[in-house]
């Protein structure tokens, strides 16, 4: 795989503070650009996935360079270890995927571009590219604006928060994405004293080390999904396996007038709403 794949689309991974590492524009783009592609893997659930990643030397070296979520999010999972995995190795891939997925007609997790950040004032949108294969998924990032070079390029994890008030945007990117918001949009809105004029302040996840992690009362595959491992996935479902040199998705023209269309939808939306 290539090592810097956001490289070719003109883009930088800069660390960016407390929001971690992200993706800057190394140039200037135009509206409607696409900034990046990526073909990744879609199953039924992030605990699905997480056993793909383990069950591959290959997939592990691809998804080592991902952020892992709070640990308290990971309990209430039930179930037992797969076979010859460690509770850490287990906690370490499904963290991975879970705090880097997303939910779109399954778990599509995409590696790459789980490295651009969230934001509630984005200048970026993704969209989900057909085919919409059973275990394959292709997204594209598309520029919602002009983006000058040096912008941090911001997609929004969660659109249906972009349209509340703060202190519930933080609510629902926090249990759903285990962050506190710190994108602009939250900043400006924190310093104007917006988040004091709403009720309960929301809570930080607590983060956990491994040593006050109660592992016996940590469950590892909660009762929404069906067990996977005594479910296994059935083929051709071998993800990672069927990605190997091909983690780029070049995608069809239909999929780019999918894209168009859904610019165009969502731009005008924001348009009403604002
Ligand atoms: C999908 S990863 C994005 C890449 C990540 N920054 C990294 O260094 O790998 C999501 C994580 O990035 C951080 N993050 C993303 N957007 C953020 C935001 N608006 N405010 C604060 N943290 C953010 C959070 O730690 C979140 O769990």
């Known amino acids: ?34 900034l990046f592609r990526e073909k990744g893997f879609r ?11 383990l069950a591959s030397a290959e997939a592990r070296a691809q998804v080592s360079h991902l952020h892992t979520g709070p640990l308290c999010h990971l309990e209430g999972h039930a179930g037992t270890l797969p076979h010859g995995v460690s509770e850490e190795e287990w906690f370490d891939a499904y963290s991975k995927v879970r705090f880097n997925s997303f939910e779109l007609n399954g778990c599509c997790f995409l590696p790459i571009m789980a490295l651009f950040n969230h934001s509630c004032a984005p200048n970026a949108a993704i969209t989900q590219l057909p085919p919409h294969e059973e275990c394959h998924t292709a997204m594209v990032v598309v520029a919602e604006q002009g983006i000058a070079r040096g912008t941090e390029i911001v997609y929004s994890y969660n659109s249906d928060c972009l349209f509340v008030p703060l202190r519930e945007r933080r609510k629902r990117l926090l249990s759903n994405w285990g962050f506190l918001c710190k994108c ?29 992690v109660d592992l016996k009362n940590v469950n590892l595959f909660q009762a929404r999904h069906e067990d996977p491992v005594s479910s296994p996935l059935t083929p051709p479902q071998r993800t990672f396996d069927a990605m190997k040199g091909s983690p780029i998705f070049m995608f069809e023209m239909i999929a780019l007038t999918e894209m168009r269309n859904h610019m165009s939808k969502s731009i005008k939306e924001r348009k009403l709403v604002a």
């Open 1 to 34: 795989m290539d090592l810097e794949p956001w490289a070719a689309y003109g883009l930088e991974l800069q660390d960016l503070g407390p929001k971690g590492r992200g993706l800057v524009a190394g140039k200037d783009f135009r509206c409607g650009e696409v």
């Open 43 to 53: 199953a039924k659930s992030p605990e699905h996935l997480a056993l793909e990643v």
């Open 184 to 212: 602009s949009r939250c900043q400006v809105e924190e310093e104007a004293g917006l988040e004091d004029d709403e009720e309960e302040p929301p809570e930080m996840p607590q983060l956990l080390s491994w040593e006050e």
